[in-house]
Nanobody, 124 residues
Framework: QVQLVESGGGLVQTGGSLRLSCVAS????????MAWFRQAPGKEREFVAA????????AYSDSVKARFTISRDNAKSTLYLQMNRLKPEDTAVYYC?????????????????WGQGTQVTVSS
């Protein structure tokens, strides 16, 4: 199965932008439906966005829709999350996750592989 490593987190002011990356190694990246989740201190892990293994279908949580964009580059085995108009409530550790084939899902339990996470902090 794939191994996942996230990067691109950091400290940004309200209204700013960040782009997260998740590089996959191991089995064929193009076979995996990918997602981003996040977890803020004291809160449960929540779904952010997902993209089907075909790269055609995407899904977003209501809280990030129209501000975040998920994309993938199968040639580079990399998943991206472009985050614009960031808000303090976006502060969290962001995780990428993978599941072999299948439709996009907002349920963390359906994903088999997880990265170690990258911290995003949005100051007010």
């Amino acid at each position: 199965q794939v191994q996942l490593v996230e990067s691109g987190g950091g400290l940004v002011q309200t209204g700013g932008s960040l782009r997260l990356s998740c590089v996959a190694s191991g089995r064929t990246f193009g076979s995996y439906t990918m997602a981003w989740f996040r977890q803020a201190p004291g809160k449960e892990r929540e779904f952010v966005a997902a993209i089907k293994w075909t790269g055609i279908s995407t899904a977003y949580s209501d809280s990030v829709k129209a501000r975040f964009t998920i994309s993938r580059d199968n040639a580079k085995s990399t998943l991206y999350l472009q985050m614009n108009r960031l808000k303090p409530e976006d502060t969290a550790v962001y995780y990428c996750a993978a599941k072999l084939y299948g439709s996009s899902s907002s349920y963390a339990g359906q994903y088999d592989v997880w990265g170690q996470g990258t911290q995003v902090t949005v100051s007010s």
